[in-house]
C-alpha cells in the first residue's frame, strides 16, 4: 500500500455555515452600527455601511431595527446596559456603603468616560440639532436608565436607615454630576486627556466619601 492510501481522508461538510442567532446578528451590528457612527456621525452614516462592516445584509439589519434612529437608540441602550450590569446589590450589600457607592461610580466613570462614549457625547452634541431623535434616544436609554438604577441604590439603603435623603432622584443626579461633569467636559474642550483607570477610582471614592459623609442619618 502507498502512502496516500494509508492516510485517512477528512471529509468535509456540505452545505452553509450555520446561521447566526438573533442574538449574535444582533450585537455585531449594533458594534459595527457603533463604530460607523463614530468614526463619520450620524448623518453621514448609512444602513449599507453597517451592514458591510458587520459582515450581514441591510435586510438582516431591517429584521432587527425599523430605521438606523432605532439603531442609534440600541448603540446607546448597549453601552449604558454594561454598567447597569455591574450593580448588582447581593454584592454591594456586603461592602460598607463607601466602598459599594465607590464601585458603582468607578464603573460608572469607566463608562462615561471611555473614548467611545465621549465620541458618541461629540455626536450627540453636534448633531442632535439637526435630528432631535439623538438627544432623546441619549437621554432615555443612558441617562433616565443609569439614574434609576442609583436611584434604586439610594432608596434600598434609605430603607435600612443606612442614609437619609430628601430626594433620592435629585441626590442620584448629584452624584453623576459629580462623578463625570468636571472630567467630561475637559475633555470634550480639549483641555485634558482622558483620565485612567486609577484616576477615575480616586475620584469615584472621593465624591462617594463625600456623599456618604453628607447624607448620614
Request: net charge positive.
Amino acid at each position: 500500500m502507498t502512502v496516500l492510501q494509508n492516510k485517512k481522508v477528512i471529509k468535509r461538510g456540505r452545505g452553509r455555515p450555520p446561521a447566526r442567532s438573533e442574538e449574535e446578528s444582533r450585537s455585531l451590528v449594533v458594534q459595527a452600527a457603533a463604530e460607523e457612527f463614530q468614526t463619520n456621525g450620524y448623518a453621514n452614516t448609512c444602513i449599507d455601511q453597517i451592514a458591510a462592516r458587520a459582515g450581514v445584509s441591510t435586510r438582516t439589519i431591517y429584521q432587527l431595527v425599523d430605521n438606523k434612529a432605532e439603531l442609534f437608540g440600541a448603540v446607546i441602550a448597549d453601552r449604558a446596559g454594561k454598567f447597569i450590569l455591574t450593580v448588582d446589590e447581593t454584592q454591594l450589600d456586603q461592602l460598607p456603603l463607601v466602598e459599594a457607592l465607590t464601585r458603582i461610580l468607578t464603573n460608572y466613570g469607566k463608562l462615561t468616560l471611555a473614548p467611545e462614549t465621549i465620541a458618541i457625547a461629540r455626536l450627540v452634541t453636534a448633531e442632535s440639532g439637526r435630528f432631535p431623535e439623538l438627544g432623546r434616544a441619549f437621554y432615555e436609554q443612558a441617562v433616565t436608565k443609569i439614574s434609576k438604577v442609583m436611584v434604586g441604590w439610594l432608596m434600598h439603603h434609605q430603607e435600612r436607615g443606612a442614609i437619609k435623603l430628601e430626594n433620592p432622584q435629585a441626590a442620584a443626579g448629584m452624584l453623576r454630576g459629580m462623578m463625570l461633569m468636571e472630567p467630561q467636559r475637559a475633555v470634550l474642550l480639549g483641555q485634558q486627556t482622558l483620565p485612567t483607570e486609577a484616576e477615575i477610582e480616586n475620584r469615584a471614592r472621593a465624591c462617594a466619601t463625600l456623599f456618604i459623609n453628607g447624607c448620614l442619618p
